[in-house]
Nanobody
Framework: QLQLVESGGGLVQPGGSLRLSCLASGSAISFYHIGWFRQAPGKEREGVSSISISGQSTYYADSVKGRFTIFRDNDQNTVYLQMNSLKSEDTALYFC?????????????????WGQGTQVTVSS
């Protein structure tokens, strides 16, 4: 049974960078499309980025385009989210999840095996 664990969150100043990791166990991450989502206090969970099994197709929310990069290392059973030029509005709990289908715009209902999340706080 696939399990996903996020890591790499923390406190960073505006303009800083973080790299989040989504590590799979119980199954190979190479079998799944992977998405990153985030939920800020008082807001609904939103899709941030996703990547297809091959790594050749990706999705980015408009709010993170040009700043975040998603990539995968199937040998390490891990999908990463490189976050640069962080803003205070990026503050949220970040989750990764797996899907059997890749859509141009991810649908949360397609995703399963959600991790517990890693907190990202952008503040001076």
């Amino acid at each position: 049974q696939l399990q996903l664990v996020e890591s790499g969150g923390g406190l960073v100043q505006p303009g800083g960078s973080l790299r989040l990791s989504c590590l799979a166990s119980g199954s190979a991450i190479s079998f799944y499309h992977i998405g990153w989502f985030r939920q800020a206090p008082g807001k609904e969970r939103e899709g941030v980025s996703s990547i297809s099994i091959s790594g050749q197709s990706t999705y980015y929310a408009d709010s993170v385009k040009g700043r975040f990069t998603i990539f995968r290392d199937n040998d390490q059973n891990t999908v990463y989210l490189q976050m640069n030029s962080l803003k205070s509005e990026d503050t949220a709990l970040y989750f990764c999840a797996a899907a059997g289908v890749f859509r141009p715009t991810p649908r949360q209902g397609d995703f399963h095996s959600w991790g517990q999340g890693t907190q990202v706080t952008v503040s001076s």
